[in-house]
């Protein structure tokens, strides 16, 4: 199994940016498509961003054009750039394999502040 480790979360001001990080142990992450997922209080957890092992990136409607995902295949990390932020990007945030197969980690909140 691949341990996750999310960080890079904070409070931000409506508008503000933040980039959150996902280290992950192995040495066949390079293979799989990767993925970020948000859950805010009382709402399942959702896909927000992923990306496959060729790079092809996918966002779900509400972030489009707003954050951005990449990987380092080199250090088993996968990113999330996270520009113009609203109120409603309010989340624990965690990331996985696209297909949520492993162990979930302890996620990294984002609060934004209006």
């Known amino acids: 199994q691949v341990q996750l480790v999310e960080s890079g979360g904070g409070l931000v001001q409506a508008g503000g940016s933040l980039r959150l990080s996902c280290a992950a142990s192995g040495s066949l992450f390079r293979i799989y498509a990767m993925a970020w997922f948000r859950q805010a209080p009382g709402n399942e957890r959702e896909l927000v961003a992923s990306i496959t092992n060729d790079y092809s990136a996918d966002y779900a409607d509400s972030v489009k054009g707003r954050f951005t995902i990449s990987r380092d295949n080199a250090k088993n990390t996968v990113y999330l750039q996270m520009n113009s932020l609203k109120t409603e990007d309010t989340a624990v945030y965690y990331c996985?394999?696209?297909?949520?197969?492993?162990?979930w980690g302890q996620g990294t909140q984002v609060t934004v502040s209006s």
């Open positions: 996985n394999r696209r297909s949520r197969s492993q162990p």
